[in-house]
Protein backbone atom coordinates (compact mmCIF):
# COMPACT_ATOMS: atom_id res chain seq x y z
CA UNK A 1 0.00 0.00 0.00
CA UNK A 2 1.36 3.33 -0.31
CA UNK A 3 1.73 6.04 1.36
CA UNK A 4 -0.80 8.53 -0.77
CA UNK A 5 -3.74 5.51 -0.17
CA UNK A 6 -2.77 5.82 3.52
CA UNK A 7 -3.57 8.92 3.53
CA UNK A 8 -7.00 9.26 1.79
CA UNK A 9 -8.25 6.27 4.35
CA UNK A 10 -7.30 8.80 7.52
CA UNK A 11 -9.29 11.82 6.37
CA UNK A 12 -6.87 13.95 6.36
CA UNK A 13 -6.74 16.57 3.90
CA UNK A 14 -5.00 16.21 0.80
CA UNK A 15 -3.09 19.14 -0.21
CA UNK A 16 -1.03 19.97 -3.07
CA UNK A 17 2.31 22.30 -3.85
CA UNK A 18 2.49 25.04 -6.39
CA UNK A 19 5.53 26.39 -7.22
CA UNK A 20 4.85 30.24 -8.17
CA UNK A 21 6.98 31.90 -10.23
CA UNK A 22 7.36 35.97 -9.12
CA UNK A 23 7.95 39.26 -11.11
CA UNK A 24 9.29 40.43 -7.89
CA UNK A 25 10.61 39.34 -4.35
CA UNK A 26 8.17 41.31 -2.85
CA UNK A 27 5.22 39.92 -4.32
CA UNK A 28 5.22 37.07 -2.18
CA UNK A 29 3.35 38.56 0.50
CA UNK A 30 0.49 38.71 -1.47
CA UNK A 31 0.17 34.98 -2.16
CA UNK A 32 -0.92 34.39 1.83
CA UNK A 33 -5.03 34.18 1.40
CA UNK A 34 -4.72 31.47 -1.42
CA UNK A 35 -2.94 28.83 1.12
CA UNK A 36 0.41 28.64 2.98
CA UNK A 37 3.81 29.71 1.72
CA UNK A 38 6.48 26.95 3.12
CA UNK A 39 9.23 27.86 1.00
CA UNK A 40 10.51 31.58 -0.20
CA UNK A 41 13.62 31.79 -2.36
CA UNK A 42 14.47 35.55 -2.96
CA UNK A 43 17.03 34.80 -5.25
CA UNK A 44 15.09 33.22 -7.70
CA UNK A 45 12.04 34.31 -6.91
CA UNK A 46 9.51 31.82 -6.73
CA UNK A 47 7.56 30.16 -3.32
CA UNK A 48 6.02 26.87 -2.55
CA UNK A 49 2.25 27.46 -1.78
CA UNK A 50 0.80 24.57 0.00
CA UNK A 51 -3.25 24.68 -1.22
CA UNK A 52 -6.29 22.12 -0.65
CA UNK A 53 -5.90 19.74 -3.45
CA UNK A 54 -10.34 20.21 -3.80
CA UNK A 55 -9.43 23.24 -4.73
CA UNK A 56 -6.13 23.53 -6.68
CA UNK A 57 -7.60 24.12 -10.38
CA UNK A 58 -9.71 27.02 -9.11
CA UNK A 59 -6.42 28.52 -6.94
CA UNK A 60 -3.97 27.86 -10.19
CA UNK A 61 -6.08 29.54 -12.66
CA UNK A 62 -6.67 32.88 -9.99
CA UNK A 63 -2.75 32.78 -9.19
CA UNK A 64 -1.98 32.61 -12.86
CA UNK A 65 -3.92 35.81 -13.63
CA UNK A 66 -2.33 37.99 -10.97
CA UNK A 67 0.08 40.28 -13.22
CA UNK A 68 3.01 39.83 -10.36
CA UNK A 69 2.67 35.89 -11.01
CA UNK A 70 5.13 34.75 -13.76
CA UNK A 71 4.55 31.22 -13.92
CA UNK A 72 2.21 28.35 -11.56
CA UNK A 73 3.59 24.68 -11.64
CA UNK A 74 1.85 21.91 -9.44
CA UNK A 75 4.23 19.44 -7.62
CA UNK A 76 4.67 16.15 -9.58
CA UNK A 77 5.45 14.48 -6.08
CA UNK A 78 2.31 12.07 -6.73
CA UNK A 79 4.04 10.49 -9.25
CA UNK A 80 6.79 9.83 -7.49
CA UNK A 81 6.43 5.69 -6.39
CA UNK A 82 7.38 5.58 -2.53
CA UNK A 83 6.43 1.70 -2.20
CA UNK A 84 8.49 -0.08 -0.63
CA UNK A 85 9.03 -2.84 -3.60
CA UNK A 86 10.10 0.00 -5.72
CA UNK A 87 12.95 1.11 -3.14
CA UNK A 88 13.90 -2.50 -2.55
CA UNK A 89 14.23 -2.80 -6.26
CA UNK A 90 16.46 0.98 -6.48
CA UNK A 91 18.97 -0.15 -3.56
CA UNK A 92 19.37 -3.45 -5.09
CA UNK A 93 20.14 -1.71 -9.03
CA UNK A 94 22.06 0.98 -7.23
CA UNK A 95 24.35 -1.91 -4.94
CA UNK A 96 24.46 -3.75 -8.41
CA UNK A 97 25.84 -0.81 -10.32
CA UNK A 98 28.62 -0.58 -7.63
CA UNK A 99 29.87 -3.76 -7.32
CA UNK A 100 30.38 -3.61 -11.85
CA UNK A 101 32.49 -0.59 -11.12
CA UNK A 102 34.55 -2.03 -8.50
CA UNK A 103 35.08 -5.06 -10.78
CA UNK A 104 35.88 -3.41 -14.05
CA UNK A 105 38.33 -0.85 -11.59
CA UNK A 106 39.49 -4.23 -10.21
CA UNK A 107 40.12 -5.78 -13.73
CA UNK A 108 42.04 -2.31 -14.77
CA UNK A 109 44.70 -2.88 -12.22
CA UNK A 110 45.32 -6.30 -13.03
CA UNK A 111 45.77 -5.47 -16.42
CA UNK A 112 48.38 -2.44 -15.54
CA UNK A 113 50.19 -4.51 -13.12
Known amino acids: MSINQ ?10 LSLIVHLRSASDQYKLRHF ?8 KLR ?3 LYVDKKDAKQIIN ?9 K ?10 LGSDHIEQQITD ?3 KAEDKLQKEQEK ?3 QL
Do not use: H
Open 35 to 42: GDIVYFSK
Open 62 to 70: EISSLPFVV
Open 46 to 48: YCI
Open 94 to 96: LAQ
Open 109 to 111: NKD
Open 72 to 81: VESSKEESID
Open 6 to 15: DLENTGITKR
